[in-house]
């Protein structure tokens, strides 16, 4: 692994159905980050994680949770998906939280369509 | 308001030609600014980051207004490969971590 991937790259998924979505980064940073992008309205940030063992909520955390339980891993999970969470996701990465400059790196996404 | 706003275009730019757009933001505390490049269907990448006192990196220049609370990406000598999206990112609140603001995205289509 080089950098930060994310399983899977797409999916279909039925309303009220429960769906995690992957990310691992091999770049031992410690902070990392969910985003969802919509047509109009940016990226917008869904769940954060400074350090492994703690996370927060970010601008959208309604109906999403998060958990990280190691520096590399920190998957998100739709309980009960509804179609609004249809969207592009990515998760990202960056050597520390403080850091004025710190550059996030991107996973390539996952494209969730809900049904 | 949007915290961040962006002319989303498109910015139909002829090969060789400069192009220049803005973004605009609310909080004037906002302490880091950066810009991001998003080719179709992939995932954003850091262009460069804005200083205070301007920057440039190659056929690319960024600036800082924060007076007026803007800042802006010129691109001198276009080249097809700059057809992106620029997204414009702000970190509002250093205290609160590297948590980040993005706009919605300029797209830039440079054609022959």
């Known amino acids: 692994i080089a950098g930060i991937t994310q399983a899977p790259t797409s999916q279909i998924l039925a309303a009220g159905r429960r769906m995690t979505l992957r990310c691992t980064q091999d770049m031992r940073h410690n902070a990392m980050y969910w985003y969802r992008q919509d047509l109009g309205l940016g990226l917008r940030l869904i769940h954060y994680s400074n350090t492994a063992g703690t996370t927060g909520k970010g601008e959208v955390p309604d109906g999403y949770s998060v958990s990280r339980a190691n520096t590399d891993d920190f998957p998100l999970t739709l309980a009960s998906a509804v179609p609004s969470q249809t969207s592009v996701y990515f998760c990202?990465?960056?050597?520390?939280?403080?850091?004025?400059?710190?550059?996030?790196?991107f996973g390539p996404g996952t494209r969730l369509t809900v049904l | 308001r949007k915290e961040v706003e962006q002319d989303p275009g498109p910015f139909n730019v002829p090969e060789g030609a400069t192009v220049a757009f803005n973004c605009t933001y609310s909080?004037?505390?906002?302490?880091?600014f950066f810009w991001y490049r998003q080719d179709c269907r992939k995932e954003p990448k850091l262009l460069m980051s804005?200083?205070?006192s301007g920057n440039e990196d190659g056929r690319f220049t960024a600036q800082l207004n924060r007076a007026s609370q803007y800042i802006s990406l010129l691109i001198r000598d276009s080249k097809l490969s700059d057809s992106a999206t620029y997204l414009c990112v702000v970190n509002p609140n250093k205290a609160a971590g590297n948590k980040l603001t993005f706009g919605g995205g300029t797209r830039v289509l440079v054609k022959p």
């Open positions: 909080n004037s505390a906002s302490q880091s």
């Open positions: 990202a990465s960056s050597d520390s939280a403080g850091g004025t400059t710190d550059t996030q790196y």
């Open positions: 804005v200083y205070s």
